[in-house]
């Protein structure tokens, strides 16, 4: 019953996370599992740098919150025929002494959802086996259920990573910076 109500509490947090990553609020880039951290030279001209406003790149969006912190994300794009997964990265820039720290975090209402999720349905595998004394089906469903997670994650991360570094890759070449 505690995982329901995680799940429920997880979703729609994960409702509020989508609208404030669109508009580009910081607990949604800083919250979260971290899956890319690394650091490059990066020389950034000052110029190319505009505080508080929204900029777009083919397929990112980015805006500078600091003179020396950068929010990123890819666009959302409607109606456009692509595989979708429910662990779209967003990304830090910050700029110090000629290099950027670059972050990659996976968003934290939809990973708790997950993780609830694979809670409950953990219980109620072993309920199942309990009440019914069957516990070759119950281990069944159970590794049925892990394995739909375990997939779904493993196939989700490398596809959004790609399209992380796809858009820091936009962002970069949009601020006319040099390596």
């Known amino acids: 019953m505690l995982s329901w109500g995680v799940a429920i509490l997880a ?3 994960g409702i509020y996370e989508m609208f404030a990553t669109n508009r580009m609020i910081i607990s949604s880039y800083i919250l979260g599992k971290k899956v890319l951290d690394f650091k490059e ?3 950034c ?7 508080n406003e929204m ?3 083919e397929n990112g969006k980015f805006k500078f ?3 020396s912190k950068c ?6 794009k409607l109606f456009h025929l692509r595989w979708h997964t429910p662990f779209p990265l967003r990304g830090t820039l910050a700029f110090q002494d000629g290099i950027v720290h ?4 996976l968003p934290l209402g939809p990973t708790v959802f997950m993780a609830a999720w694979a809670i409950g349905w953990t219980s109620g ?8 004394h069957d516990f070759r089906f119950a281990g069944l469903f159970i590794l049925i259920g892990w394995l739909f997670l375990l997939i779904m994650y493993y196939m989700s991360v490398p596809l959004e990573k790609k399209r992380f570094l796809v858009v820091y890759e936009e962002v970069k070449q949009n601020l006319r910076c040099s390596k």
């Open 125 to 132: 595998g072993i309920g199942f086996g309990i009440q019914e």
């Open 45 to 51: 001209h000052e110029h190319s740098i505009r505080v």
């Open 102 to 105: 670059v972050e990659g975090r």
């Open 11 to 13: 979703w729609f947090y």
């Open 55 to 57: 900029l777009e790149t």
């Open 71 to 76: 929010l990123f994300r890819e666009k959302l």
């Open 65 to 67: 919150i600091q003179r």
């Open 41 to 43: 030279p990066f020389v």
